[in-house]
């Protein structure tokens, strides 16, 4: 199964401080064949001048008209601007933050899991790399997967993310139909696992961790990983804006039917607090696959008594 053909789309924005490590651990992959798609999003450091230095013909850098505004926006648009002769190129597709570090046999061991168990989209546990304070922590994400967790949560982080290519072809051609722009706090690797999840693809969250999982001052939302009372008032944070609501809404617009159990799920989520409750308390074990999470999701949803539109 070595030498598969790999195509891994990295989404960057002034990542020059960090970058040039992460392309070359991904250059360093072992028993795969690797090419490297760099969308940058308007870079203003030295970014585009580290991509440059590498004078690599398996790096191919497009620059982005104008700023997505955000990471997730620009994984997305990324997905969709590739047409079906080039992914019909690869094997399986892979997605890398800009900022990371990957073990040597990542792309390797995803893409075995995928061929050997047919699997429809690869994700796995993480290594958290405190740049702060130099330690490194596994971040646990294999739980079990319980019924409705693609509702409130995703796999893993996108960078863990390996799918076979004509599966994000697939998706690529549903996302083209959907309009992003009024998509409030959009999180591409949440929207990747729903894809999954309600079209019933079969989702591995793997035990194993490949990926060094950098996190320092510039992290979008990576800082919120670490257990501290700073991490607990971002997501609090990002909660009482809105998260759960947005996402919740926007789903249930592009991919579901009201005949969906889902569906009503989003809806009753959002209708009023009562009913907020009561979704949550009625389907409790089935909504997130770690426990811890759920309390605290619910813990937030009590206090919380506005409806974000």
């Not at 971040?139 to 004509?166: H, I, R, W």
Request: glycine share 4%; with cysteine.
């Amino acid at each position: 199964m070595a030498n598969n053909k790999v195509l891994v789309l990295l989404c960057s924005y002034n990542g020059g401080q960090f970058i040039y490590d992460q392309i070359k651990s991904i250059l360093l992959q072992k028993k795969v064949m690797i090419e490297i798609y760099v969308f940058d999003d308007g870079s203003t450091d030295n970014t585009l001048d580290v991509i440059n230095g590498f004078d690599d013909s398996r790096i191919k850098l497009f620059k982005n008209k104008s700023n997505s505004g955000s990471a997730a926006l620009n994984f997305i648009n990324a997905i969709c601007s590739i047409p079906f002769e080039v992914y019909n190129k690869f094997d399986c597709v892979a997605l890398s933050d800009q900022d990371d570090i990957w073990l040597d046999f990542k792309i390797y061991c995803a893409v075995n899991k995928i061929e050997e168990s047919h699997v429809d989209l690869y994700c796995s546990n993480l290594t958290i790399w405190d740049t702060n304070s130099n330690t490194k922590t596994l971040l646990k994400k294999n739980y079990k997967q319980v019924k409705f967790d693609y509702l409130f949560e995703g796999g893993s982080a996108g960078c863990t993310y390996v799918m076979p290519s004509n599966l994000v072809h697939e998706m690529s051609n549903y996302f083209k139909k959907l309009n992003f722009t009024n998509w409030k706090f959009i999180s591409h690797d949440w929207l990747i696992y729903f894809y999954c999840r309600i079209n019933k693809k079969d989702v591995f969250i793997d035990t194993n961790s490949y990926i060094l999982y950098r996190i320092h001052s510039s992290n979008v939302h990576g800082s919120m990983n670490i257990l501290s009372i700073n991490s607990f008032f971002k997501r609090a944070q990002l909660f009482f804006s809105g998260w759960y609501a947005y996402q919740s809404t926007n789903f249930k617009e592009n991919f579901l039917d009201p005949h969906q159990d889902e569906y009503e799920i989003y809806y009753l989520y959002n209708l009023n607090w009562f009913t907020r409750i009561f979704v949550i308390l009625k389907y409790n074990t089935q909504l997130f696959r770690d426990r811890r999470k759920f309390i605290v999701f619910l813990f937030f949803n009590i206090f919380n008594f506005i409806n974000h539109k």
